[in-house]
Nanobody, 122 residues
Framework: QVQLVESGGGLVQAGGSLRLSCAASGRTFSSYSMGWFRQAPGMEREFVASIAWRGAKTDYSDSVKGRFAISRDNAKNTLYLQMNSLKSEDTAVYYC???????????????WGQGTQVTVSS
């Protein structure tokens, strides 16, 4: 198993930037594909971005493509989400997740963090 703890959320004005981090512990971080998801109030959780276990392949939802960047540092057991040009509709709780599948669908993430709140004021 792997334990995940997100940090870096907060309040930011529209057009601003934030970088989320997800610290992993437990089994070897580099053996997991990783992802970011978010859930806005009253909405279902949605996929944001994912990165393969070696970082060679990334994927983004259309709503964040070109604004957000997912990356990982396997030496530090940490996953990142750089969020630029933030919009009010990006307001949500952001979760990191891990999958033992090499190229997972959004439904194949097994382990989840507790989430970090991102609020974008307009």
């Amino acid at each position: 198993q792997v334990q995940l703890v997100e940090s870096g959320g907060g309040l930011v004005q529209a057009g601003g930037s934030l970088r989320l981090s997800c610290a992993a512990s437990g089994r070897t971080f580099s053996s997991y594909s990783m992802g970011w998801f978010r859930q806005a109030p009253g909405m279902e959780r949605e996929f944001v971005a994912s990165i393969a276990w070696r970082g060679a392949k990334t994927d983004y939802s259309d709503s964040v493509k070109g604004r957000f960047a997912i990356s990982r540092d396997n030496a530090k057991n940490t996953l990142y989400l750089q969020m630029n040009s933030l919009k009010s509709e990006d307001t949500a709780v952001y979760y990191c997740a891990a999958s033992g599948v090499a190229d997972p669908t959004e439904f194949e993430f097994e382990f989840w963090g507790q989430g970090t709140q991102v609020t974008v004021s307009s």
